[in-house]
C-alpha cells in the first residue's frame, strides 16, 4: 500500500501530540489497578460501613482470584470499547469534513494505505493501554493475593482481550468511513456493541461474538480449561481485515 509507512509515521506522531496515547494509557491503568483492589478489599470495606450503619450486612463474596480477574477483565473490556469508539469515531469523518483526506490522496498515497494507518496507529495505541493497564492488574494481584495469574495464561487473556478491542476499533472506522458524522459512527459501534453483547447470551452464537472471547479468555487466565474456542478465535482474527476490505470498498467510491 502506498505511502502506510509515511502515514503511520503521521498518525503516531498525532497520537502522542495530542496526549490521546497518554490519556487511554491512564483510563487503562487505573481501571487495571482498580480490579484487584476491589475485589480484595470489598468486603471488608462494606463490612465497615455496616458497622457503622446500625448492623446493616452486605453479600459480597470473599476476595479470590476468580472474582479479581473478572473485576480486571469487566474493567479493561468496558472502558477498552469507550476508547476504542471514542479513538475511531472521527478519525476518517473528520478528515472528510475539513478536507484533509483529499489533499492527503493528491500525494503518492494510496486510499487503503490511509484506512490502514489509522486502524494500525489505534490498535497500536490500545496495545500499549492494554499491557500495561493489565500488566498492572497482575502486579497488584500478586502483591494482594498468596497466589498470581499463571503468566502464560494471562498473557494469552491480554492478547484475546486487545484484538477484542481491534474488533470494535474497525467497526467504528467503517462507521466513520461510510458518514461525515464522528456522532454517527460512535453510534453505529455504539448499536454493534450493544448488539454483540446480547448475542453472547445466545448459546450458539455467543462463543462467536467479540466478547464472546473473554469467556474462554478468563479461563485461560485462571489456568483453567478453556475448551475449543479455535473456530471463534480465528473467526474473529478474520473479522478485522472483513471489515477493513468493506471500509476500503466504501472508501474507494467517495468523492473527497
Given at each position: 500500500?502506498?505511502?502506510?509507512?509515511?502515514?503511520?509515521?503521521?498518525?503516531?506522531?498525532?497520537?502522542?501530540?495530542?496526549?490521546?496515547?497518554?490519556?487511554?494509557?491512564?483510563?487503562?491503568?487505573?481501571?487495571?489497578?482498580?480490579?484487584?483492589?476491589?475485589?480484595?478489599?470489598?468486603?471488608?470495606?462494606?463490612?465497615?460501613?455496616?458497622?457503622?450503619?446500625?448492623?446493616?450486612?452486605?453479600?459480597?463474596?470473599?476476595?479470590?482470584?476468580?472474582?479479581?480477574?473478572?473485576?480486571?477483565v469487566k474493567n479493561l473490556s468496558q472502558f477498552g470499547v469507550v476508547c476504542a469508539l471514542l479513538l475511531a469515531m472521527g478519525t476518517v469523518a473528520w478528515?472528510?469534513?475539513?478536507?484533509?483526506?483529499?489533499?492527503?490522496?493528491?500525494?503518492?498515497?494510496?486510499?487503503?494505505?490511509?484506512?490502514?494507518?489509522?486502524?494500525?496507529?489505534i490498535s497500536l495505541n490500545l496495545a500499549v493501554a492494554v499491557t500495561l493497564g493489565g500488566g498492572l492488574g497482575y502486579i497488584y494481584t500478586a502483591l494482594?493475593?498468596?497466589?498470581?495469574?499463571?503468566?502464560?495464561?494471562?498473557?494469552?487473556?491480554?492478547?484475546?482481550?486487545?484484538?477484542?478491542?481491534?474488533?470494535?476499533?474497525?467497526?467504528?472506522?467503517?462507521?466513520?468511513?461510510?458518514?461525515?458524522?464522528?456522532?454517527?459512527?460512535?453510534?453505529?459501534?455504539?448499536?454493534?456493541?450493544?448488539?454483540?453483547?446480547?448475542?453472547?447470551?445466545?448459546?450458539?452464537?455467543?462463543?462467536?461474538?467479540?466478547?464472546?472471547?473473554?469467556?474462554?479468555?478468563?479461563?485461560?487466565?485462571?489456568?483453567?480449561?478453556?475448551?475449543?474456542?479455535?473456530?471463534?478465535?480465528?473467526?474473529?482474527?478474520?473479522?478485522?481485515?472483513?471489515?477493513?476490505?468493506?471500509?476500503?470498498?466504501?472508501?474507494?467510491?467517495?468523492?473527497?
Amino acid at each position: 500500500m502506498m505511502g502506510f509507512r509515511v502515514l503511520l509515521a503521521k498518525e503516531l506522531r498525532e497520537q502522542i501530540r495530542t496526549s490521546r496515547i497518554i490519556a487511554v494509557a491512564v483510563v487503562f491503568i487505573l481501571f487495571g489497578i482498580l480490579g484487584p483492589l476491589t475485589d480484595r478489599y470489598m468486603k471488608e470495606l462494606l463490612d465497615a460501613v455496616g458497622s457503622q450503619g446500625g448492623g446493616m450486612t452486605f453479600q459480597v463474596p470473599p476476595p479470590s482470584l476468580k472474582g479479581d480477574l473478572g473485576q480486571i477483565v469487566k474493567n479493561l473490556s468496558q472502558f477498552g470499547v469507550v476508547c476504542a469508539l471514542l479513538l475511531a469515531m472521527g478519525t476518517v469523518a473528520w478528515e472528510k469534513e475539513r478536507g484533509t483526506a483529499g489533499m492527503i490522496m493528491t500525494k503518492p498515497a494510496s486510499r487503503g494505505a490511509f484506512l490502514a494507518a489509522k486502524l494500525t496507529a489505534i490498535s497500536l495505541n490500545l496495545a500499549v493501554a492494554v499491557t500495561l493497564g493489565g500488566g498492572l492488574g497482575y502486579i497488584y494481584t500478586a502483591l494482594l493475593y498468596p497466589v498470581a495469574f499463571p503468566l502464560g495464561g494471562y498473557i494469552a487473556m491480554a492478547a484475546i482481550l486487545w484484538w477484542t478491542l481491534v474488533v470494535f476499533v474497525a467497526i467504528t472506522l467503517l462507521g466513520s468511513t461510510a458518514s461525515r458524522s464522528a456522532i454517527a459512527a460512535a453510534g453505529l459501534a455504539f448499536v454493534a456493541f450493544i448488539v454483540l453483547g446480547i448475542l453472547v447470551t445466545v448459546p450458539v452464537v455467543g462463543p462467536w461474538s467479540p466478547l464472546g472471547l473473554l469467556t474462554p479468555a478468563s479461563h485461560l487466565a485462571l489456568g483453567e480449561d478453556a475448551g475449543n474456542f479455535l473456530g471463534p478465535l480465528l473467526f474473529n482474527i478474520a473479522l478485522v481485515p472483513a471489515l477493513f476490505g468493506v471500509t476500503w470498498l466504501v472508501f474507494r467510491k467517495q468523492e473527497l
